[in-house]
């Protein structure tokens, strides 16, 4: 009964991702704000960089941050939910409970690239997995991030930033797998409660990594044959002064 319960969960802490990940910010930003269709700008993606490309920086930000932010609440919620409630006690103690809380940050994920409310038409993760990983371990954002913006510095392009970026949080994940047994998480829910740092977390990160690389194959094809354009995002218009 207690296997038939934790698949229950896993189940359940999937849709709950799916359905909150499928909230387009960027669509409901761009359309109700700006009355602009984002799937005919740019690059037709409904994502941060093209709502750049749409609206410029401010409105990226904001839509990054509110991605980030639907993939972080729906882990929260599940990992206070077993930690703090009596539910942990309804499945098998031998089963890291991560398998539920990181199930839920991997549908937020899948929700935004394949959203219900706007026919499966998204973005390809990358906000999705800075949420995840900020929620889960927010170390690895503080040394993700700079690598990032580094390699965006360099190269001009967002695609090859969150590549590697994703790339680079998969083996620090193994590495600390390897090395450390968890990763301490005081930083929100207090001492003594930690967020898994094993197998589990690494299980995550590969599948984050390799989601969002897919979806990212169009860009692999043109970085390799010199064809992908640099990331411009619109400027303001400066207000005449008649």
């Not at 990763?183 to 967020?195: A, D, N, P, R, S």
């Amino acid at each position: 009964m207690q296997i038939f319960y934790l698949i229950l969960f896993i189940i359940i802490a999937l849709l709950s991702g799916y359905l909150i990940g499928s909230i387009s910010f960027a669509v409901l930003i761009t359309k109700h704000l700006y009355s602009i269709d984002i799937y005919k700008v740019g690059s037709g993606n409904a994502g941060g960089t093209n709502v750049g490309r749409a609206i410029g920086k401010p409105g990226a930000y904001a839509v990054i941050v509110l991605d980030a932010l639907k993939c972080m609440i729906p882990i929260w919620i599940w990992f206070a939910l077993f930690t703090f409630t009596p539910l942990n006690q309804i499945i098998p103690s031998s089963v890291p409970i991560a398998f539920i809380y990181y199930t839920a940050g991997v549908g937020a994920g899948i929700g935004h690239t394949f959203p219900l409310y706007h026919k499966f038409k998204g973005g390809k993760a990358v906000s999705c997995y800075l949420g995840f990983v900020a929620g889960t371990n927010p170390f690895l954002l503080v040394i993700g991030l700079p690598l990032f913006f580094l390699i965006f510095f360099i190269s001009k392009r967002v695609s090859i930033g969150s590549i590697i970026m994703v790339v680079f949080g998969l083996l620090y994940s193994i590495i600390a797998a390897i090395y450390f047994q968890a990763f301490e998480w005081t930083f929100l829910f207090g001492q003594g409660y930690k967020l898994d740092g094993t197998y589990v977390y690494s299980i995550y990160m590969l599948f984050y990594a390799l989601f969002i690389i897919f979806m990212h194959r169009s860009n692999i094809s043109r970085i390799i044959n010199h064809t992908e354009p640099e990331t411009h995002y619109k400027k303001r218009e400066k207000k005449s002064k008649n």
